[in-house]
């Protein structure tokens, strides 16, 4: 049978309130404690906040019940709970709206609430609850609060926390035993109150706890047919929703679920403080920036509800010392100069969970202490023992090859300065001889580089199979000998391997002057398919390519049977590596950037090139990045398009790019079997289109606070993968938007 599981649960910084008019509130992180919410499918038009609604004061804490909403005033501590349609009519009892409470819990159809102040810091209390019924004059329905004694707890117990389901309250009494009572408290089936427990949160049939002691869940009621977190995981906070319950785990401060629910649309690598359930979607507060974040527990794409781009609080305001294992936020994390605190009182703070451990590909670069979490960083970043456990111990091979790079560097160096030494010493002796040179002798020397490079012509080798019509590069690229690349690649060894694809394999090569390059080495299969001509042809296109968003050319090899190209060397990879693979992640300035750089450098080949160039294959691993973090298109089709094909794999090249920005976008790559959808274009688009660009946007990067260049980037990808061409944009179109936004984008 299945089992109707609604969460309701004790007060926090952020609260859902369920069924058909449900809604998402959570406490605006602009130190005035003001209340932001948001309705289904919604993130703009039905906001509903203080500076809109007058009538809803500012809040110290939040808890959502069916339909409806209450959360503690943080100026007098009194109660509050309202409609999203009525924020404006209090539904507390008339007979306990004086009262000053604690804390708060929302149910089925009733309130409790520990009486106290919530700057006080006894932290104990007995509890008031009262329930609602509902009136009607034959058009419209009205919910009376009413006081109603039956929800009351017998023993009149101090409690600390409390959670409300349908027909029952749960609380932490003193002594830390969970006590449950109501008119259908006797429906959860316990004989045992178990205790030292801490985080209640309650559905309609069930509560569950995080044991004081272990740290694990436990639950009574119908919530122990859901299961169970995986490998008795520790958690710091827990939320629960239809048939699912999620918790923010106690070691990285990562989300885990369980019940039914799929998996892929769990937020991956990024840490929270608060969550969050209604009835199919669950909202987090990020702890790297304090961005909302939500995800559909079916993997719905875009959830039903998309929260506002603002900053919340991380947890509620409180008086005394934070606890063993805690620490106090510190607002200055949000570089924000004029804001030094999330709580209105000065003298009240925000104790938050201490985490010990990272998300995958991070580790801990420093301990948790008294004012501040532990910090995270790259594993990219990981440079002696102490992040080894975590990122991963370099092997020995590693060392070693390092080692041969370093030999290699030197027998380079000791070998240029003998060389050198040696051609002093001949040029001395043989000067007089060469002052005689014959004219014709003299006129078999030229020059072929752009790089100046003198090459001397020898005397013809039977061995080598050099074209003598191959001569398309004459000032501008270089011609290399292949005992000179082999030299350089130490052989065509696997450890200079930068990469492979169709055409053959990349090496990193390391010529006699110290200077690096890019050595594509065409494979059998090219050759074979590729006759001299075509390569000389394809040759002649790329001695004209020079951009400086390009990978250009610098030379090539044509000798016994093979085919080399040596380009400029990129030393910080490929926009993949840095997206999807180990290398540092980009912050969104340069996200920006590279965005602007990698279009001008595809409108340099549609527009400038002659002949005009279609890419054919644009993806962010043919986007490189040069020394100076700049972006460069490269493997470009060399062969251009017929005119009759032009338009059309024009629009290609456009659309391709409309993908990478979705991923610059989003962090996802461009197909990704643990997502459902899998294609980044069917998971994207519906948001853009919707207005909520917001809902894609990389969670393991701290949001700015000027989102404004990151929706007009989303606007520009929804533009180039529009499918009808004559809402298709050319590739200048698309340049003369990403200059616009790289340009505003410099203040986020």
């Known amino acids: 049978m299945a089992i109707a599981t609604f969460g309701y649960g004790s007060s926090g910084p952020i609260a859902a309130a369920f069924g058909d008019n449900g809604f998402f509130c959570a406490i605006d992180a602009d130190g005035k404690q003001e209340v932001i919410c948001w309705q289904k499918n919604n993130n703009k038009s039905s906001l509903l906040t203080s500076p809109y609604a007058s009538s809803l004061p500012a809040m110290v804490s939040l808890s959502g019940g069916e339909g409806f909403l209450c959360g503690i005033s943080m100026n007098t501590s009194q109660a509050f709970c309202w409609t999203f349609s009525n924020s404006g009519i209090d539904h507390v009892s008339p007979s306990l709206k004086d009262n000053s409470y604690s804390q708060i819990a929302a149910g089925m159809n009733h309130v409790c609430a520990i009486r106290g102040s919530y700057v006080s810091s006894i932290g104990y209390g007995i509890v008031d609850c009262w329930g609602f019924y509902q009136t009607s004059n034959g058009h419209d329905v009205a919910t009376v609060p009413v006081y109603n004694s039956s929800f009351n707890d017998p023993n009149n117990a101090l409690f600390n926390e409390i959670v409300s389901g349908d027909g029952f309250s749960c609380g932490v009494s003193k002594n830390g035993s969970v006590i449950c009572w109501g008119p259908k408290s006797d429906d959860l089936g316990y004989s045992v109150v178990f205790g030292s427990m801490k985080a209640l949160i309650s559905d309609r049939d069930s509560v569950c706890g995080i044991s004081g002691i272990s740290g694990e869940v436990k639950c009574l009621g119908n919530g122990k047919e859901l ?105 200055s994390i949000l570089n924000e100069p004029e804001l030094t605190s999330l709580c209105v009182q000065r003298d009240l703070k925000i104790c938050l969970p201490c985490g010990s451990n990272c998300s995958d590909g991070f580790f801990p670069s420093s301990l948790c202490s008294e004012n501040a979490d532990r910090i995270c960083t790259a594993c990219s970043l990981c440079q002696n023992s102490s992040c080894w456990d975590t990122c991963g111990h370099p092997s020995s091979s590693e060392y070693r090859l390092q080692e041969q790079r370093e030999m290699k560097k030197l027998v380079i160096i000791i070998g240029a300065c003998v060389s050198a030494l040696m051609l002093v010493l001949i040029g001395w002796c043989l000067a007089p001889p060469l002052f005689v040179t014959s004219n014709a002798e003299r006129d078999r020397s030229y020059f072929t580089s752009c790089l100046s490079k003198q090459v001397v012509e020898a005397e013809p080798d039977p061995d080598l199979q050099v074209s003598v019509s191959m001569a398309p590069c004459v000032g501008t690229a270089q011609v290399f000998r292949l005992s000179e690349l082999k030299d350089a690649t130490s052989g065509f060894k696997e450890f200079n391997e930068l990469g492979r694809g169709s055409y053959g394999f990349v090496y990193k090569a390391t010529l006699a002057d110290g200077s690096h390059v890019a050595v594509k080495r065409a494979n059998a299969a090219t050759i074979i398919h590729t006759n001299s001509r075509e390569f000389e042809a394809e040759l002649d296109i790329l001695c004209n390519v020079r951009h400086s968003n390009i990978v250009n050319l610098l030379g090539y090899c044509a000798e016994m049977g093979e085919r080399l190209l040596v380009y400029e060397f990129m030393p910080h990879g490929t926009l993949h590596d840095h997206l999807h693979g180990e290398l540092s992640p980009l912050d969104w300035n340069l996200r920006l950037k590279i965005s602007a750089q990698a279009a001008r450098g595809i409108e340099y080949l549609h527009k400038v090139a002659s002949p005009q160039i279609v890419h054919g294959d644009v993806k962010t691993s043919n986007i490189f990045l040069d020394s100076n973090w700049e972006a460069r298109v490269a493997d470009f089709g060399i062969l251009s398009a017929s005119n009759t094909e032009s338009n059309r794999d024009i629009e290609n090249d456009v659309y391709s790019f409309g993908i990478v920005l979705l991923e610059i976008l989003s962090g996802r790559k461009a197909y990704d079997r643990d997502y459902a959808p899998p294609s980044i274009v069917e998971w994207a688009l519906p948001s853009i289109k919707r207005g909520r660009a917001a809902a894609i946007l990389d969670t393991n990067l701290t949001l700015p606070r000027n989102v404004e260049p990151l929706l007009k980037l989303a606007e520009v990808a929804e533009l180039a993968l529009r499918e009808d061409p004559l809402e298709h944009p050319v590739m200048s179109d698309v340049v003369l938007r990403l200059n616009q936004i790289a340009m505003s984008g410099s203040t986020i």
């Open 227 to 331: 299961g169970g977190p995986v490998n008795d995981t520790h958690f710091v906070s827990l939320s629960a929703g239809n048939h699912h319950f999620c918790g923010i785990r106690e070691d990285d401060h990562g989300i885990e679920c369980w019940g039914s629910i799929n998996a892929s649309s769990v937020p991956k690598g990024s840490g929270f403080t608060a969550i969050a359930s209604s009835d199919y979607t669950t909202c987090g507060v990020r702890e790297a920036d304090l961005v909302l974040d939500c995800w559909d527990v079916h993997g719905q794409s875009p959830p039903d509800y998309c929260p506002p781009l603002q900053l919340c609080s991380p947890g509620v305001c409180s008086p005394g010392s934070c606890a063993t294992g805690e620490f106090v936020f510190n607002a």
